[in-house]
């Protein structure tokens, strides 16, 4: 019994390391280079990042805002003078994001 228990034990160990090792984002918000917050241009071809809008299991959450998207998940959408620009894709993103209302980021 106390073998079960230790290899169930183990199993979710080595389940949650590899789910956040999984992460493309870094634990500072920056996905190659780009931190993740600021004013955002959606493009159709040649983005800097292909981003996919799920409901579970969201590599970043992000939060819509008008004015100072200064903290990470937080994403002012403009046509011009943007930070980054994305491209919505349903298959192969680069990373996945979840839209919320709040609490923003990893």
């Known amino acids: 019994m106390r073998k079960i ?5 183990a199993l979710i160990i080595l389940t ?3 789910v ?8 500072d918000g920056y996905f190659k280079g780009i931190k993740l917050c600021g004013r955002v241009k959606v493009v ?10 799920v409901d579970a299991f969201a590599d970043l959450k ?8 200064n903290k990470v998940g937080e994403w002012q959408f403009v046509t011009s003078g943007a930070d980054f620009t994305i491209q919505f894709v349903d298959a192969f993103p680069d990373i996945k994001i979840k839209f919320v209302d709040a609490f923003p980021g990893l």
């Open 5 to 9: 228990f230790l290899s169930i034990i």
């Open 16 to 18: 949650v390391s590899t």
């Open 20 to 27: 956040a090792l999984a992460n493309p984002i870094s634990g």
């Open 44 to 53: 159709t071809a040649f983005p800097d990042i292909k981003v996919q809008i």
């Open 62 to 69: 992000v939060k819509k805002v008008s004015t100072f998207p």
